[in-house]
């Protein structure tokens, strides 16, 4: 099941709302306003019991995978809790092991075989397939036990409440990677206002428009010429593909993400942002400080950090985490190529761009960082060296026709608009909006609350008008990032 999906949208949620909020009614019955005591066990269940149904519902056996691994996971974080010195190490080298194994053994125990197999060494294994989100779920449990035994979070001593952390389903299969501490306390103390429940929504639906209304309309464009149309393709029509891909793989993420955080909000969880418009960046470096925000924290606060950071074996530490960066995608070689691909620009931006920052031609350098991202996504797209070298001869211009072609002269005419609208849509609309309503009402109160009300209402029917008669008959509707 994905958001993006009306049996979600006009079955799921609804049916969950309406157990969710008697599960809120029952809470109160049980709250004691005299102690303040405010009971969330009710609620709480329903939303465990939502998000099963929520994994099971395409990945029936596996939902009893990522129940174990919420054990694992459980125990492990008592028994850092419980002990001392030696002892708590033990008990984090434990867990840590145990989400290791179990992400190594079906994500990359295939991947294994086949390369022992291509140096000539057969080894017995059974096809394993990859669960939906486990890299995602396995990194959060990862961040629990880390942050409980560095004594940044309190251990949850409530199975139930740890199972609701690492299986809500707004970010369970796609992300973003939220943290123990970031919604530790929301887990038993959270209100949900007016103002939460109508951000939310409107959250939401933004990410519904940028998925079913861009994204997946950019998909085909990025099929027509880098799957179906791969054998005879011109420079042009490389370039047509792997930018239409580009705008979708963000618009598809970022949607997501968007998604995830609206329903957080609504059920009264403040999940982190996880993209502040990468395609506006001025580096690299910068790209990947507004790209998958919380993937990026992650390896920084548990791989790079640890490793020394900037203060000891920089250039090792920078190809490190981008080497498991790209591992973390896929167990493919073009992921790792496209880790290491970065790292190695990350790690010469250091001596190079960054230092000359300040004096350098900014339009320039956001030209110099869209074309190394837009490279990076052909690396990321082809699974298959043999497409992605025809590919990339296409793309420089190595090609046998280089000029364009009716095919390509069509997708750019014919979809002039969805260009438009997604190239726009790349900038930071929202907060530019802002400003201007302030400078507009002139920061009055009820005048701006009126207006920013009123707009936000037109924009969120119009989405979801726009969405559902899209998804009408849609074939083309999977999060890509599902797949990690």
């Not at 959060?140 to 251990?155: A, F, G, T, W």
């Not at 996880?274 to 390896?299: A, E, K, M, Q, V």
């Not at 190079?352 to 797209?381: C, D, E, Q």
């Not at 609350?449 to 999977?478: P, Y």
């Amino acid at each position: 099941m994905v958001f993006s999906d009306l049996f979600f949208l006009f079955v799921f949620i609804p049916a969950f709302a309406i157990c969710y909020l008697l599960g809120a009614w029952i809470d109160r019955k049980q709250s004691d306003l005299e102690t303040g005591y405010r009971s969330h066990k009710a609620k709480n269940l329903a939303l465990v019991l939502f998000s099963l149904i929520f994994y099971a519902w395409g990945e029936p056996v596996y939902v009893l995978l990522m129940i174990f691994c919420v054990f694992l996971n459980y125990l492990a974080g008592r028994g850092i809790d419980s002990q001392e010195g030696g002892r708590r190490k033990a008990a984090l080298m434990l867990g840590l092991i145990g989400n290791l194994l179990i992400l190594g053994t079906f994500k990359y125990l295939n991947f294994i075989v086949a390369q022992l197999a291509g140096v000539g060494i057969s080894v017995s294994a059974p096809t394993i397939a990859l669960p939906i989100g486990i890299s995602f779920y396995t990194f959060q449990s990862i961040s629990y036990l880390i942050d409980v035994y560095r004594k940044e979070s309190h251990v949850q001593r409530r199975f139930i409440d740890l199972l609701l952390y690492i299986s809500m389903f707004p970010q369970l299969i796609a992300g973003p990677i939220v943290r123990y501490g970031t919604i530790a306390n929301e887990i038993t103390d959270r209100r949900v206002t007016a103002s939460d429940f109508a951000e939310g929504a409107y959250r939401f639906l933004i990410g519904l428009g940028k998925k079913v209304i861009l994204a997946n309309q950019l998909s085909e464009i990025s099929d027509q010429f880098l799957v179906g149309g791969l054998g005879s393709l011109t420079t042009t029509g490389a370039w047509v593909g792997i930018v239409a891909f580009t705008l979708q793989i963000y618009f598809d993420f970022s949607g997501y993400s968007d998604m995830a955080i609206g329903l957080g909000r609504c059920m009264g969880f403040h999940f982190n942002e996880n993209f502040r418009h990468p395609y506006c960046c001025s580096s690299i470096t910068d790209f990947w400080r507004r790209w998958h925000i919380s993937l990026g924290s992650f390896f920084r606060d548990y791989v790079y950090i640890p490793m020394g950071g900037n203060r000891r074996h920089q250039p090792v530490n920078i190809l490190v985490v981008w080497f498991l960066t790209g591992m973390w995608h896929g167990a493919s070689w073009n992921f790792i190529i496209w880790g290491v691909y970065f790292g190695i620009i990350v790690m010469l931006e250091k001596y190079t761009i960054l230092r000359l920052k300040n004096i350098a031609y900014r339009p320039l350098l956001h030209l110099y960082s869209l074309l190394l991202v837009v490279i990076g996504w052909g690396i990321f797209y082809f699974d298959d060296f043999t497409q992605m070298q025809t590919f990339f001869h296409s793309f420089f211009g190595m090609g046998e026709t280089v000029f364009s072609d009716f095919i390509t002269e069509t997708a750019i005419l014919n979809n002039f608009w969805l260009w438009v609208v997604a190239l726009v849509f790349c900038l930071p609309l929202r907060s530019w909006a802002n400003s201007l309503l302030k400078l507009v009402t002139k920061d009055g109160g009820f005048l701006q609350e009126t207006v920013l009300f009123s707009v936000r209402t037109v924009v969120s029917v119009v989405i979801l008008i726009l969405s559902v008669a899209l998804l009408v008959g849609a074939t083309n509707n999977a999060f890509i990032y599902t797949r990690f």
